[in-house]
C-alpha cells in the first residue's frame, strides 16, 4: 500500500491520473540516473538562465526519444 501526498487540488486530480504521474516522474529519474552512469557524467553546472532552460530542454528532449523508442 501506497500514500501519496501531494499540494494540488484534489478536484483537479483523480488518485489514478496522481498516481501514473508519479509512477511517470520515478521513470524519468531512473532513465536519468542510469544514463548518467553510463556515459559517466558529472553534474554540469550553468550560470545564465537561459543555458539552464537550453539544458533542461536538451534532457528532456532525449528522455522523451528514449521513453518513445523503449515502447516500440
Same mark, same amino acid.
Given at each position: ?22 509512477? +511517470? ?5 531512473a $532513465?536519468? @540516473?542510469?544514463?548518467? %552512469?553510463? =556515459?559517466?557524467? +558529472? ?5 545564465? $538562465?537561459? @543555458?539552464?532552460?537550453? %539544458?533542461? =530542454? ?15
Amino acid at each position: 500500500m501506497y500514500a501519496l501526498r501531494t499540494n494540488l487540488d484534489a478536484s483537479s486530480w483523480s488518485a489514478e491520473d496522481l498516481w501514473e504521474t508519479y509512477v +511517470r516522474l520515478t521513470d524519468a529519474e531512473a $532513465a536519468f @540516473r542510469t544514463k548518467k %552512469h553510463d =556515459l559517466a557524467l +558529472r553534474p554540469i553546472w550553468h550560470q545564465k $538562465a537561459d @543555458r539552464v532552460r537550453a %539544458h533542461i =530542454l536538451v534532457c528532456f528532449l532525449v528522455y522523451a526519444e528514449i521513453s518513445q523508442i523503449d515502447r516500440t
